[in-house]
């Protein structure tokens, strides 16, 4: 099957779903804070990124790769920032372009894939903000290769991704109330790995499916494209949305600078 093709599709039907937190726009009080410099977005479930990372957000070009739902690229966009959307599916750049005709922002999107977004856009911008999303992605090297491109010499890559062991476990089998028993090996594919009738059902129901990618992929990948990393923190979901939240960081953001 064509796993991009599918997670697209995916994608889609949660953001016309109307129930994902992922899908949810901002509302106008959101976007009143931001532009009087009252702001915060997150790159992992929970922790506001700091806001040192960003340098000065006024006039900047940034690029929110694969993180479009009318949330984080309306509020950069408030903030002051030239802000351009990239993101695999239409519903959700839909809620972007939203929230920007609502509160009349100035914000572009584009329709491509993560891995193969560069000949899509221009060059030379600040900063692209890529919140947890690379799960969705088979490699990563074509990611930060893209990013580096679009980059000017010295922006700034900020990115969000999952703690690979989350993928150890069998997940289906933990949410029934079962033990927390390792069942894949690394790096886990869905489409690959899950037990076939636990794959059809996914397919069937339309939700997307994942991989997990070693923190050498993660970092490392960053490195090998021409990043230096320089910022660096984990964070946890909810009891509520994995029994693992207790016992371990579900999610890693990362700062890293393209060299000069």
């Known amino acids: 099957m064509n796993v991009h093709d599918h997670n697209r599709d995916a994608w ?24 009087a410099g ?25 690029l929110c790769l694969a993180s479009a739902g009318g949330q984080q690229a309306p509020i950069l966009a408030a903030a002051g920032a030239e802000v351009t959307s990239v993101d695999l599916s239409p519903a959700q750049l839909a809620k972007d372009a939203e929230v920007a005709a609502r509160e009349q922002l100035s914000l572009t999107t584009i329709e491509a894939d993560m891995t193969d977004f560069a000949g ?25 290769r893209d990013c580096a491109a679009v980059l000017k010499p010295g922006g700034r890559l900020l990115s969000g991704f999952m703690n690979p062991d989350f993928f ?45 990618h070693s923190m050498q992929d993660q970092i490392g990948g960053q490195i090998d494209a021409g990043f230096v990393i320089e910022g660096f923190y984990e964070d946890r979901w909810s009891p509520e949305a994995t029994r693992l939240d207790p016992f371990m960081p579900t999610s890693f953001a990362t700062l890293a600078r393209k060299a000069c």
Do not use: M
């Open 120 to 144: 899509a856009v221009d060059s030379g911008y600040d900063l692209i903000f890529h919140a947890t999303s690379n799960v969705f992605a088979s490699r990563l090297a074509p990611v930060w």
């Open 168 to 212: 150890l476990f069998d997940h289906d089998e933990v949410d029934a109330g079962g033990p927390l028993t390792v069942r894949h090996k690394l790096p886990f594919q869905a489409a690959r790995d899950l037990p076939a009738d636990l794959r059809e059902a996914r397919i069937k129901n339309r939700e997307a499916l994942e991989y997990s």
């Open 38 to 62: 009252d702001w915060s977005v997150i790159l992992t479930p929970n922790k506001s990124v700091p806001r040192a990372w960003f340098g000065s957000i006024s006039g900047a070009r940034v």
């Open 12 to 35: 889609n039907a949660e953001s016309d779903s109307g129930t994902s937190e992922w899908c949810q726009p901002v509302d106008a009080a959101t976007i009143a804070a931001a532009r």
